[in-house]
């Protein structure tokens, strides 16, 4: 595809599931990036890789978040036993690996607990 | 650490006047200064950016900012606006290349433009 693709684009949880955001980044992108969006909040961030190594995952408010990029290409985003505050859109981004370089978005997710 | 603040949560405008969104940041090293817009139910699409060099960038759109070093600010400004600029606004700043950055931002608090008819 042309962009950054995400799925799905919408997720309804009941507290205490498990969930898993799929984000599938522009081809040959290095950098992969993940943010949390609350609701009237810019994003936030929570985890980068390059390739396949995670480098930085200082953002992730708890140890419930886990987050996966094994071949260096699609990534996902997990949570476990998720919490109301978990409510929110999950953007994921891609560049080429460049500090400075664009980041390009997908549409993100939207996950709201219950 | 950066921070970025956004002064103003909301700006309405009339079509066809200028206009003048704020942002600040604060960090301890170099930084690169980037504007993203967020149409409803979109993903953020870069409208400009700074890196180096002439402290004024023109980005898409119609859209410009000025970096003012000593102010620590970078506004985005547009002399005439139209209804398709209704959007919100993401001011984000990250580290330069110079450290070890690789390019993770720090967002504000985003500013809701709407345009009126």
């Known amino acids: 595809g042309a962009g950054v693709s995400q799925s799905p684009r919408y997720k309804v949880a009941k507290r205490g599931q498990d969930v898993a955001l799929r984000c599938d980044p522009i081809?040959?992108?290095?950098?992969l990036f993940w943010y949390q969006q609350a609701l009237g909040q810019g994003p936030e961030f929570l985890t980068y890789?390059?390739?396949?190594?995670?480098?930085?995952k200082s953002g992730l408010p708890s140890d419930r978040f886990f987050a996966e990029r094994p071949e260096g290409s699609v990534s996902t985003l997990k949570i476990q036993r998720t919490q109301q505050e978990d409510s929110a859109v999950y953007l994921c981004?891609?560049?080429?690996?460049?500090?400075?370089?664009?980041?390009?978005f997908g549409p993100g997710t939207r996950l709201t607990v219950t | 650490a950066q921070s970025v603040t956004q002064l103003d949560s909301q700006v309405p405008v009339f079509e066809e006047a200028p206009v003048e969104l704020r942002c600040n940041y604060s960090s301890s090293v170099s930084v690169y200064l980037f504007w993203y817009v967020q149409y409803p139910n979109q993903g953020l699409q870069l409208l400009l950016k700074?890196?180096?060099?002439?402290?004024l960038v023109k980005g898409i759109n119609g859209f410009e900012a000025e970096f003012n070093k000593s102010q620590t600010s970078f506004h985005l400004r547009k002399p005439s606006v139209h209804i398709s600029d209704t959007a919100e606004y993401f001011c984000?700043?990250?580290?330069?290349?110079?450290?070890?950055?690789?390019?993770?931002?720090?967002f504000g608090q985003g500013t809701i433009l709407t345009v009126h008819p």
């Open positions: 081809s040959g992108h290095v950098s």
């Open positions: 981004a891609s560049s080429l690996g460049l500090a400075g370089g664009e980041q390009y």
């Open positions: 700074y890196l180096s060099g002439s402290t």
């Open positions: 890789f390059q390739n396949e190594a995670q480098l930085d």
């Open positions: 984000a700043v990250s580290g330069d290349a110079g450290g070890t950055s690789y390019g993770k931002l720090t």
